[in-house]
């Protein structure tokens, strides 16, 4: 297969945050790399009033690093143009067409457009139609739109958003992207799951005693303040990136490595989600907020936040996944800004042995650890014999995977994610059924807390979050795997 990829990307949002830090550079290794060389444009859209020729320099100042070579930072950024674009004015798109036809003839393109909206969902139905009605996706090649979250902040609004581009694009051409499912061990789930047989055999209910997901930040709001007022932790981190793994640990076995078959059992699992009524909502969920100390501000004392705004910055819960295999397991989740320690890890605890021959000798947990991030990293806890005369036992840590020691450097999510989707390829995105049923579960949580004013916590900044989130499992007999200081129990 040609790895060489022919498109003209139009980006909307073109000068923002998300397209300097993460788009410019993930395109730049691809361009690197071979996957994009001659036959490819960009198009940079927004409001501000740039010329080529400051866009390409804000696009080498993005992409340059100590060893980067001068001439391929030169010669990429001249694939880059600008054009001022109000996304509510016609015109514009006219304007946009006749550049998009020309690059496309200059390029030799081939019709290939990959429309990305990085900006905010308000725009997308707008932009969506204009694109059409103004001709801009072509008849002789492939048309795909990539939207970034969130998408809608509830079912409701979810399902107007999907209408209003389900007008214009199939399913088959929106590319929901979710950037934890680009990493690399977040894809790991399926190698580890699927293609071992120890752990495949493992992987339920009989030998499973509870799954806990950790998504720690160690900063603040910071510059988001002002969105995250609206959307709280629950929306921001829950809905998407949290269900997406549960999803993934929760299905069962795919027939096939394929979109259309990982996609079914993903959805699967997400059907099986128990959706709480407000009781369990109140027995399963807390949320809270950080509070400040000498050097850092809570919450209520960042800029852009009420004094009195009742938002959430963290979320634990329990919630269960009821199918064949996982009906009756745990599955513990937190997240939460100002913690301690910046982390996304999973622990898959199995259950205790059922007799213990050794006596008086402790048996620590055996617990299967896939650390996400700050480094990718596998490794399964298992208690061995301590080396001496006595036949003691010690835990010890079997590395399975440590990419530390990996000399291919490790493609950044958004890499992998917009090659995926110039092959066409959308097993790593996410389907719009599955944002109905995570809003689904979403919501129930949301409205119980709407209507119950009095449980918000609050947590010290650099802790692990409030008491009462290690409560939940303390009442089933469990705690944290990983605590305040980073070590494991």
Do not use: C
């Not at 691809?30 to 001659?38: E, I, N, P, S």
């Not at 809270?288 to 852009?304: H, I, M, S, V």
């Amino acid at each position: 297969m040609d790895t060489k990829q022919q498109a003209l990307f139009i980006i909307f949002g073109g000068t923002g945050d998300l397209a300097k830090r993460k788009l410019y550079p993930s395109l730049f290794e691809l361009y690197k790399k071979g996957f994009l060389r001659d036959n490819f444009a960009v198009i940079g859209t927004a409001r501000r009033p740039w010329t080529d020729e400051y866009f390409q320099e804000v696009v080498r100042e993005a992409v340059t690093a100590e060893h980067e070579s001068e001439e391929d930072v030169a010669n990429f950024a001249q694939h880059f143009y600008y054009q001022s674009h109000n996304v509510n004015d016609t015109e514009h798109y006219v304007t946009l067409r006749k550049l998009a036809q020309q690059l496309d003839q200059k390029y030799h393109i081939g019709g290939n457009r990959l429309f990305y909206l990085a900006m905010s969902p308000r725009f997308f139905g707008t932009i969506a139609k204009h694109l059409k009605s103004q001709h801009i996706v072509t008849d002789n090649g492939y048309n795909r739109l990539i939207i970034e979250k969130p998408f809608g902040h509830d079912l409701t609004s979810a399902k107007e958003l999907n209408n209003a581009i389900g007008s214009y694009f199939t399913e088959k051409s929106v590319f929901r992207i979710d950037h934890y499912l680009g990493k690399e061990m977040i894809q790991n789930i399926a190698a580890v799951r699927f293609g071992n047989n120890l752990f495949r055999s493992l992987w339920n209910n009989r030998y499973i005693d509870n799954i806990q997901i950790t998504l720690s930040e160690a900063l603040g709001v910071e510059e988001r303040a002002g969105y995250y007022e609206t959307a709280g932790a629950l929306r921001d981190m829950v809905q998407n990136h949290i269900l997406q793994i549960v999803s993934l640990l929760t299905m069962n076995m795919p027939a096939s490595y394929t979109e259309s078959d990982i996609r079914r059992e993903k959805l699967d699992a997400l059907k099986a989600l128990q959706v709480y009524t407000p009781e369990q909502v109140k027995n399963n969920f807390v949320r809270a907020q950080y509070t400040g100390t000498n050097e850092l501000k809570g919450y209520r004392q960042e800029e852009k936040i009420a004094d009195d705004s009742r938002t959430e910055t963290f979320v634990a819960g329990k919630l269960f996944v009821n199918n064949e295999n996982f009906a009756g397991v745990p599955i513990y989740i937190r997240t939460g800004k100002r913690l301690a320690k910046k982390t996304t890890r999973i622990d898959i605890v199995f259950k205790d042995i059922p007799k213990n021959i050794f006596g008086s000798a402790k048996l620590g947990k055996n617990i299967l650890t896939i650390i996400v991030e700050p480094k990718g990293e596998i490794y399964l806890q298992m208690n061995v014999k301590q080396i001496g005369q006595d036949f003691g036992l010690q835990v010890q840590k079997m590395d399975l995977l440590q990419v530390k020691d990996n000399k291919v450097q490790i493609p950044e999510a958004y890499e992998k994610l917009i090659l995926d989707a110039l092959r066409g390829n959308a097993t790593n995105f996410t389907h719009w059924e599955e944002v109905a049923y995570s809003w689904k579960f979403v919501d129930a949580i949301r409205s119980t807390w709407d209507q119950q004013q009095d449980s918000l916590a609050e947590y010290a900044s650099g802790s692990m979050g409030p008491k009462v989130a290690d409560d939940l499992l303390v009442r089933d007999g469990h705690k944290w795997v990983f605590t305040v200081n980073g070590e494991e129990n």
